[in-house]
């Protein structure tokens, strides 16, 4: 289901978390609201979701007016950066919530949860409690408990922010196919970069209250709108006072068109990549080449290039 | 009270050698010698040493019987209010803001620092025949001074702090994360209360309720002065009433009742001490 927000502003006291926010989520996407903390992208979330009622503005969800509507009967699945896992209940009861509250069957209650139990593989740990598991499976158990009830929309706020790399790393993967099977529409707020570009389909940049770009991921990391955007989602240089990603950056040794002299100051050697620090008239930068590069060209400190952006 | 009987984490203990823990621990000894054990042990001792006749005559007199009902009437249903009171307080001031919210919480804990003689005073004042709602109340044809209203308002108000104080810790620990998880999944107000909150704070409230009742059996000073001590016919002594009453008047009886209540009252606290330890275990 689509998801619409309409100049939505949020204040709490003198801040402004929301400042005429307009979003346009299509249904069945995976989406990101990506951007630096307090820049009010949970808040956003939180307003779509119903747990903060906007100062101004609309939200609707599937072409319903949902402004007014009480979380508890816009029928979205929420996901908690801290699980926020019902510590007195078991992994089955935990994710039979939702089901429960709508007074659905006894055996239809256990046949769906088993099968998101498989789906989220905690089968085995059914009966354990949340405080028996790993922050991983509580992770995926609230995944399962979100979905349980078939909501209209999935909304996760950081929701791999508690977690160590490699399980992050794991369970965006797992999100990605998750949602390539179950199809719901779904928003998750990141300040990872890499998470955005690696997980959605569409990013959504918000700063300062402000959205400051809406794009593919290749949209957003080649085509930013701002130097904001563009320094949010990756490494940048600035080359003739004007700013760069450090592999756009073609390294000659003799002079073409457009280039500005420069030399090289240290080199350092990351694996296949090859850092170079260089000093111009203009200022320092530095310049991603690959091993290859850097040995065709020998590069040594002290080594006078020319330099020239390629986009 | 339980903490005091919890024991020590490893790391607390001290080497035997410091002379420092020699001379604590003779402080906590003699402390709970003196004020405690031996002052219990002689009424213990004075409630038995007449015999059993003698005890059964003392717990079963009219006078006893009554008093002993009206304390578990007043305390059942001063702990029945204190409770409910308690758990929407500490709600209050934990998931709401307002204006004065600090100011609730500090007026609410003040039955604990005033003295229950003046809380049974205030009442009188307010609810007494010429208070300012006991003469309408009166006309009305309902007495709560007197009367067993008065004496469940003013146990009430002596424990109402000790089912909040254990509540609202435990409120501002789980935070509203799991009652917001319930909130989305579409649990109403209702519903997020009693599956979700209650069950939480369920050891934290028991022993609260458990705490309450032993204050509210034990209550003496505000309910003296609102119930006006009123023994024979219309009795509204309750067992600690009687037991001054029967000490004043050299009457036989009063190391019994004693004996009752205390044997109440540290069977509460075992029951909460041992909550307290579940809960800390698990």
Known sequence: MSIQANGVTKRFGAFVALDDVDLDVHAGALTALLGPSGGGKSTLLRVIGGLETPDAGEVSIAGRDMTRVPAHERNVGFVFQHYAAFQHLSVFRNVAFGLEIRRRPKAEVRRRVNELLELVHLEELADRKPAQLSGGQRQRMALARALAAEPSVLLLDEPFGALDTKVRRELRGWLRALHDEVHVTTVFVTHDQEEALEVADEIVVVNNGKVEQVGSPSDLYDKPANDFVMEFMGPVTRLGGRLVRPHDVQVTAAHVDGAVPGRVARLQRIGFEVRADVTTADGDLWVQLTRGQADTLELTPGSDVWLRAVV | ?????????????????????????????????????????????????????????????????????????????????????????????????????????????????????????????????????????????????????????????????????????????????????????????????????????????????????????????????????????????TTTLVIAERVQQMEPGAYQLAFVLIVTTVAALLVAANIRRKDELS
């Open chain 2, 1 to 237: 009270m339980a903490d005091t009987l919890a024991p020590a984490r490893p790391s607390a203990i001290r080497p035997a050698r410091s002379a420092g823990r020699i001379a604590l621990r003779t402080v906590g000894l003699a402390y709970v010698g003196v004020l405690v054990l031996v002052p219990l042990g002689i009424i213990t001792w004075r409630a038995l040493s007449p015999g059993m006749p003698a005890f059964w005559a003392a717990i079963s007199s009219e006078q006893a019987v009554t008093a002993f009902r009206l304390t578990a009437e007043v305390a059942f249903a001063s702990v029945l209010l204190g409770t409910t009171f308690g758990v929407a307080l500490g709600i209050l001031l934990t998931r709401y803001h307002f204006v004065g919210r600090r100011l609730l919480g500090v007026l609410a804990d003040l039955p604990m620092a005033v003295s229950p003689i003046v809380a049974g005073l205030a009442l009188v004042l307010v609810y007494g025949r010429n208070g300012w709602f006991g003469g309408p109340l009166e006309a009305a044809g309902i007495s709560i001074i007197y009367a067993v209203p008065g004496m469940i308002l003013a146990t009430t108000f002596v424990s109402l702090p000790l089912v909040l104080r254990e509540v609202v810790p435990v409120l501002q620990e789980i935070g509203t994360d799991q009652e917001q998880a319930a909130r989305v999944l579409g649990a109403g107000g209702w519903h997020t209360f009693w599956r979700i909150t209650v069950p939480t704070i369920r050891p934290a409230l028991t022993y609260g309720v458990v705490l309450a009742l032993a204050r509210c059996v034990g209550e003496f000073g505000a309910v003296a002065v609102v119930s006006g001590n009123v023994s024979g016919t219309g009795q509204t002594q």
